[in-house]
């Protein structure tokens, strides 16, 4: 079996709140997660390695808020997403099992991408502070999700022990199906004025 180095790049994006909220999977090339499963021809970046046996999946979530209706109302789109420039696979690892890693990855942070939606939806917001506030609730979950993908790949063994990845698909699969209700990445939410 080939050694391959695996890189999960986790970023933390800093939101803009400047531009009107359109599809951020549009933008940059991105894969928004409610638009299918990943596939290999979704990795369309170049190694800046010679390695054939490297991987990296630049998976995150982000938002966007536009304020709307005489300040009023607030339009927020929130997504998962799989960079497809700045991932890269080497030809030599492509696996159906490795793929299926990745997407567990894509699916956990979906479930975090979620849980953000969840709680900018349960509360009023301030049109003088919610830019501060959102920023802060936006890193608590980013840093859940980190957490959660590192204790993953822990558990997984990186995706070598089946029957702990099977698992943990089950596992994502339950959490995103308790979540269901947050799975649009648009919506509209009132400002306390």
């Known amino acids: 079996m080939n050694q391959f180095k695996l890189v999960v790049l986790l970023s933390i994006l800093y939101s803009t709140f400047t531009a009107p909220v359109s ?3 549009q933008e940059n090339n991105l894969l928004n997660w409610s638009n299918g499963k990943l ?4 990795y ?3 190694s800046e390695e010679s390695n054939e046996n490297a991987i990296l999946s630049y998976i995150d979530f982000t938002f966007k808020a536009d304020i709307q209706g005489n300040g009023k109302m607030l339009d927020v789109e929130v997504i998962a997403f799989f960079n497809r420039s700045a991932s890269y696979v080497g030809e030599s690892i492509k696996t159906a099992d490795l793929l299926q890693r990745e997407q567990l990855h894509f699916d956990i942070t979906e479930k975090y991408a979620r849980l953000f939606r969840k709680e900018l939806q349960s509360q009023k917001w301030e049109s003088k502070t919610f830019q501060k506030e959102f920023s802060r609730i936006y890193k608590q979950f980013s840093n859940d999700n980190k957490a959660e ?3 993953c790949d822990r558990e997984t063994k990186k995706g070598k022990d089946a029957a702990k990845v099977s698992e943990w698909i089950t596992k994502i699969e339950k959490d995103l199906k308790k979540l269901d209700k947050y799975s649009a990445p648009a919506f509209t939410t009132r400002l306390k004025t």
């Open 23 to 25: 599809s951020l999977a």
């Open 39 to 42: 596939a290999w021809t979704d």
């Open 44 to 46: 369309q970046g170049n």
């Open 149 to 151: 993908q590192k204790n």
